[in-house]
């Protein structure tokens, strides 16, 4: 099984991520990290492009292949990053959920990205005009919608395993129904 957790910086997914991974001892993958590291260590490469995507995938594959369970955490602001990664599920036959991670109440998601303390050392966090003005595509396919908003982390991961459970169905993930 995978799990995709998308949406915009500062909405919760690395939050909510790690809380999935531990609850559900999962491998963790956060596309930030590998990013950083390509940046940092690689000093001749100035654009990643998809890079850190395409590792990330690369380390999902094989934990997929060995039977773990992938909570792979990125923001996947267009359709074909958001493909790659059901891609990698369907290549081992394994059934991917996507979950749209978003922070519905502006002065709260401003707040977080102005106040939040990165994980990863030396990553610049990026400020709330960068996170208001990067390329974030509406979605178009199937996804559960989680608001950090107005859910607390452990209902997410409650949610969240509600529609593992009821992915025989699809129904529960049609539309992008809001959780």
Known sequence: MLIILSGLPGSGKTTVGKALAAHFVATYIRVDEIEHV?????????EIGAAGYVIAHAIASSNLKIGNMVIADS??????????????????????????????????????VETRVLDIEG???????????????????????????VVSVEDCVERIEAAIDGLSGRAALSGGRQG
Do not use: F, K
């Open 38 to 46: 390509l940046r940092r260590d690689l000093s001749d490469v100035r």
């Open 75 to 112: 923001v996947n602001p267009v359709a074909e990053s958001r493909a790659g990664w059901r891609e990698v599920a369907a290549r081992h036959g394994l059934p991917s959920l996507d979950v749209e991670i978003i922070c519905g109440d502006e002065d709260e998601h401003r707040r977080r």
């Open 123 to 149: 990553l610049r966090p990026p400020t709330w005009s960068e996170v208001r003005s990067r390329d974030y595509l509406p979605w178009s396919g199937d996804r559960l919608v989680v608001d950090t908003a």
